[in-house]
Nanobody, 127 residues
Framework: QVQLVDSGGGLVQAGGSLRLSCAAS????????MGWFRQAPEKEREFVAA????????YYADSVKGRFTISRDNAKNTVYLQMNSLKPEDTAVYYC????????????????????WGQGTQVTVSS
């Protein structure tokens, strides 16, 4: 059974950077599409970024494009989210998620396409 553990959140000033990590258990991580989502208080969970199983293609929400970078290290069963030029509106709980359909190709931005979730890590950006 796959488990995801998110880490790396914290408090940072506007303009600062953080790197989130998501460590996965299991032997088939390299075949999963992975995504990052976030949820601010009283708001819906929203898509942030996703990466294909191979790492060859990445997807971003318009609000983070050019500031955030998703990457993965299949040898370490880990996916990362490098967040630069952070803004107060980036404040949220960030969740990584996995789509366990092998070599999935589809709606990477749709949270309903992901079937395993991490516990979340809080990111707070002060102005």
């Amino acid at each position: 059974q796959v488990q995801l553990v998110d880490s790396g959140g914290g408090l940072v000033q506007a303009g600062g950077s953080l790197r989130l990590s998501c460590a996965a258990s299991g032997r088939t991580f390299s075949s999963y599409a992975m995504g990052w989502f976030r949820q601010a208080p009283e708001k819906e969970r929203e898509f942030v970024a996703a990466i294909r199983w191979s790492g060859s293609t990445t997807y971003y929400a318009d609000s983070v494009k050019g500031r955030f970078t998703i990457s993965r290290d299949n040898a370490k069963n880990t996916v990362y989210l490098q967040m630069n030029s952070l803004k107060p509106e980036d404040t949220a709980v960030y969740y990584c998620a996995a789509n366990r359909a092998p070599y999935y190709s589809g709606a990477y931005t749709d949270k309903n396409e992901y079937d395993v979730w991490g516990q979340g890590t809080q990111v707070t950006v002060s102005s």
